[in-house]
DNA sequence: ACTTACATTGCAATCCATTACAACCAAATA
DNA sequence: TATTTGGTTGTAATGGATTGCAATGTAAGT
């Protein structure tokens, strides 16, 4: 382990002055070429390496930003994580990862950590509904300096910028979509309505039937959690029904998997009986035999423009920053699962 | 943007000194119990938070791990970074993630990368099967002061510890359960095989052909890439053959599943006419109604025995460490897409 | 020959926290 | 009373790089 080369090593060698070093190492218009020279060939033969975190603490910029998710091990978020990272590197950032798995205390935790190591910015997906109480959260959006973007999962927070899509064009587009496949009964299973995305499809799915002409029956709206069986046990809840439904528009794809599976076990058949559309896309509904209809949210460009909004930010931080709130337009995929022929 | 509170303001206020200050937020022994409990207090009123990047720089250690994976949206690699942060975060380390698209400049750039950043450690499955040539990745291994783990696609190299799955036995246990099912004629197709990992799953097929009285015909040995697209290509020249396989064993899920789905095409059926086995155990694996048997790798814990090696290894960075190379057991998962009844 | 100006380089402070060593004061001991 | 001792706190260096200001030297201008 031999210690890292310095610029005070590389002065030392040449008589010079860290200083010195350091400018033409930089660049810097005033140093004679000859000395730039020197240096710099020196600095090869040596090994030398800046030391970033030298510079960090010099500067105040330490170009690590926190990426904070529920879980990582997910096709969404992954993928958004990649989009940030492949935004980000190029412009000399790196990006530290964070889990949550919604539990609140993490949040927090981690959104101090992340402060303390002086990350210049953060990205985050809320997972606890109710965060904007908690002292910590409240400290970072005190802290101007440090930028906050939320994505997916946000919080209508004024000055606070977010990436999003549209969840109530998702949700409507789902919906309008069943009916113009004749389905009238559609049923909805919805996740926790605390969060605005699983709120605005649930509200998209009302105006869609609203706008048809549809009375809509709060006995097919169903709240569940993003999961194969809980998706099972709704659709179960559904078919028990005096009148069950001839559709599910289904705010996750894994209930809406779920749904599909019991449904099928019953002998009913999809698309013929019930129409299912799911919500985000996940890799697995096109891999199915019987692929599923669902709503991709466009989660690497989701991440690329996070990670834009966070430069723009960074880039002026002494200006009063206007929140920027963008929303990406999500997109009905169309598969076997809703496509009576 | 006030800017945060330093030990020396907190020491200004109280007309002490930063060292004393320092101490007492350390509790350090030496610190008489008034004046630490006037530090402690008058910390919190002011919102102090230490600078670790100070810290760091004092230190040495940056409490930062840089985790490269060709890339971070695949279950597989996102499931073994959640291992590693679950593992690491409780320790007070943060994780750098970096992706390299299997491109080789990327993956020495992005070692230095997190070098300069000064990360205690690298955690890689390397993308690069040639890598050991490059002085980038010689360097690391010079620089004896961060470790090296290597998980899944590793290099066998003297002095690096790593983490890898039997792949040899999983080859191995899924060709021996495909004749079991009564299969003769069992194709495999294999990914690089430049890479240990597909090297020994490709032997563990042999092997288990040889064990059996089964004689190897190279012409089922077929050379993919892990997609769909490939999966079907090499499918449809597997049924061209005179003689077509019983069944395909696939070192990748996604080529089982476009093998899976050129075969239905055709109107053959599986398993009766041909059985699969995918290798990772894919979400999607599982969720299909057709299921498809596959070799599970543990993602989760390989991320969690990766993190501890790590831990073990910067515990005692001056000490002469032995190299560790950790090999989990893998576990064939069997499914419908095999078991013929 | 003397001043002016410019081109280079050095000095020293700064970012923030830690720590070996020195210094100080008061109480206890000889 | 003189001295040792222990308990506290201060001094200053350290980690590595950057940068405003000062200083030096040299060539050009008058």
Redesign the pocket.
């Known amino acids: 382990m031999e210690?890292?080369?310095?610029?005070?090593?590389?002065?030392a060698k040449?008589?010079?002055?860290?200083?010195?070093?350091?400018?033409?190492?930089?660049n810097?218009?005033?140093?004679?070429?000859?000395?730039?020279k020197l240096v710099l060939e020196t600095a090869l033969e040596m090994n030398?390496?800046?030391?970033?975190?030298?510079?960090a603490?010099?500067?105040?910029k330490s170009y690590n930003v926190g990426v904070i998710v529920p879980r990582i091990d997910s096709n969404f978020f992954s993928t958004v994580i990649r989009g940030i990272e492949e935004e980000l590197y190029p412009k000399g950032y790196h990006v530290i990862i964070c889990q949550t798995h919604n539990q609140e205390n993490l949040e927090i935790e981690k959104i101090n950590s992340l402060l303390n190591v002086q990350v210049d910015g953060i990205l985050m997906s809320i997972s606890n509904a109710d965060l904007e109480e908690d002292k910590g959260f409240n400290k970072l959006l005190k802290n101007k300096g440090t930028p906050l973007v939320f994505f997916d999962r946000k919080k209508d927070i004024k000055g606070v910028s977010s990436v999003t899509i549209d969840d109530f064009k998702g949700g409507y587009d789902a919906t309008k979509h069943l009916i113009e496949q004749g389905c009238r009964r559609i049923a909805h299973l919805y996740n926790d309505r605390k969060f605005e995305i699983f709120n605005n499809r649930f509200l998209g799915y009302r105006q869609a039937l609203l706008d048809n002409g549809i009375e809509f029956d709060e006995s097919l709206e169903i709240e569940t959690i993003s999961n194969v069986a809980e998706g099972r046990k709704s659709a179960r809840e559904l078919l028990g029904r005096d009148r069950p439904p001839d559709a599910i528009f289904s705010s996750s794809d894994f209930a809406a998997l779920g749904a599909l599976q019991e449904i099928r076990e019953r002998g009913l058949g999809i698309p013929e009986d019930i129409c299912i559309v799911g919500f985000s896309n996940e890799p697995f509904t096109k891999f199915m035999e019987l692929t599923i209809t669902s709503v991709d949210q466009f989660p690497m460009e989701m991440g690329k423009v996070a990670a834009q909004v966070f430069l723009e930010e960074v880039s002026n931080i002494q200006d009063i920053k206007i929140a920027k709130n963008i929303v990406l337009t999500p997109e009905l995929i169309v598969r076997k699962s809703s496509l009576k022929t």
């Not at 810097?28 to 730039?36: E, F, G, P, Q, V």
């Open positions: 210690k890292k080369t310095t610029i005070y090593d590389i002065a040449l008589g010079l002055t860290a200083a010195t070093v350091s400018r033409a190492l930089n810097n218009a005033k140093i004679s070429l000859n000395t730039r030398y390496e800046q030391n970033k975190l030298a510079l603490l010099k500067s105040g």
